[in-house]
């Protein structure tokens, strides 16, 4: 018996593998990931540049707004560690007609003129639509200088100046640290955890598809009952359950290793290095706490994941075994992938539950648990042992689906009715199957 399980369990992997589908499939995502990861020097290498530096030139009509404008544009380029492009401040001699007829892209001419109300005004003046980053931070600068010159024409001293324009010393106590979440760590929930959950999400889609179509294709060929002939639905189950997890866990590991060689291509082969950007999001990550949670949880994210690729494979199957066409699998299909979709988006939206009992219920509920059950631990809402808890759980409720739900396709394996499906799947149910079980 386990000669045919391993020779069903060979053939059905090697089907996948050799297909022309996997390589197509996996030659495009190694193509959008690796392009993904290194999509700045692709846009450089077409003409683009993130890193393009924005040449500011200054007439100074009011004889004291340059110095003080450079140095407030320099300042907030100090303070601001993820700038993309660099602001550059220089004086000029041209005349504003001059610049108007000879200004570039990148370049920006500011025009400080006297103001009889209002101490000093400005004038902006580009050839195209200015960036609204570096528009924002010319604004902020003008608005320093308007304010520093302001005070200085009504003789302020040198240090009341300083002392007026330097940022709030702002001290924060947060009373209740455990119930609240971070700024940083909400940043982190709304934008990296999805796109970590994100494959976990796709693989168990190709998952489902792949196990509901093989047994719907062998069942639409007749092969099936030349292979029940031979097997039992045990074994045949299990062979599909098996070759589509190692598959799905192969596809899972080549995805990682697109990533890398997409890191490493971006670095050139110098170590992995990282941009500015990267560097800023890594350092936020660690003061949020995120990488110590994520390095501690880990062994069991495999292990829920490894489980929830099961409990997903083990009903594909069994619903599966019940479709007589194309029809009936997209039937089947359609409850799973709600169930995924609500799993995802709880997950992105645990925030918004912040100590709910009734996110904290969901999260051991099998299904829904690998995607919810994670994005609890990271905010701090949950511990190992709901982790624990909701593994078991899930554990479980594999044991029940192996117990009835064979049972349910031994029936509908060879069930070529043209009843609907659903009626089909509730008289399985109801039927009585005296053939032992393994469990």
């Known amino acids: 018996m386990s000669s045919k399980f391993w020779f069903l369990t060979k053939q059905s992997l090697k089907k996948k593998v050799h297909s022309k589908w996997f390589v197509i499939v996996n030659i495009l995502l190694a193509i959008s990931i690796i ?15 993130f890193n393009q530096s ?9 004889e004291v707004s340059f110095p003080i404008f450079k140095e407030s544009i320099q300042q907030l380029m100090n303070d601001e560690k993820d700038q993309s492009g660099e602001i550059i401040v220089k004086n000029t001699e041209k005349t504003e007609q001059e610049w108007e007829k000879s200004l570039e892209s990148n370049q920006v001419l500011i025009v400080f003129l006297e103001d009889s109300d209002f101490y000093v005004k400005a004038k902006m003046i580009s050839k195209e639509k200015i960036d609204n980053n570096t528009y924002q931070y010319l604004l902020q600068g003008l608005n320093a200088t308007k304010m520093s010159v302001s005070l200085m024409k009504e003789n302020m001293d040198a240090e009341v100046l ?5 940022p ?35 693989l168990i889609i190709f998952l489902v598809q792949m196990i509901g179509g093989e047994i719907c294709e062998e069942k639409t060929t007749r092969s099936m009952e030349i292979i029940i002939s031979n097997v039992s639905p045990k074994v045949h189950l299990l062979s599909k359950i098996v070759a589509s997890n190692l598959f799905i866990i192969g596809q899972g590991i080549l995805l990682v290793l697109y990533a890398i060689i997409g ?43 490894i489980l929830s690729f099961l409990a997903y494979s083990l009903v594909a199957g069994i619903l599966a075994s019940m479709t007589t066409n194309m029809e009936d699998f997209q039937q089947i299909q359609t409850p799973i992938m709600l169930i995924l979709l609500l799993g995802y988006y709880l997950a992105i939206m645990a925030g918004m539950f912040e100590g709910s009992s009734f996110i904290k219920v969901l999260s ?54 043209n009843e609907k499906i659903w009626s089909r799947f509730a008289k399985a149910i109801k039927s009585k199957d005296d053939s032992k079980t393994p469990f």
């Open 54 to 62: 924005t040449e500011v030139f200054v007439i100074d009509l009011t």
């Open 263 to 305: 890191f490493f291509l971006g670095t050139k082969g110098q170590g992995f290095a990282v941009s500015s950007g990267v560097d800023s999001l890594l350092s936020t990550l660690m003061e949020a706490g995120f990488l110590d949670k994520l390095l501690h949880f880990i062994p069991s994210a495999f292990i829920i994941m």
């Open 162 to 166: 300083s002392a007026i324009s330097a």
């Open 168 to 202: 709030i010393n702002c001290e924060r106590v947060v009373l209740d640290e455990k119930k609240s979440v971070d700024e940083n760590m909400e940043l982190i929930m709304s934008t990296v955890f999805p796109t970590l959950i994100l494959p976990f999400f796709m």
């Open 364 to 417: 051991y509920v099998p299904f829904l648990s690998c995607f919810i059950s994670p994005s609890l631990y990271m905010m701090g809402q949950i511990g190992i042992i709901d982790i624990m808890i909701s593994i078991v759980l899930l554990i479980g409720f594999i044991f029940f689906l192996l117990k009835y739900g064979l049972r349910i396709y031994k029936i509908g394996i060879l069930n070529y009715s």
């Open 35 to 49: 392009a993904l990861i290194n999509i700045q020097s692709i846009i450089t290498f077409f003409g683009g540049d």
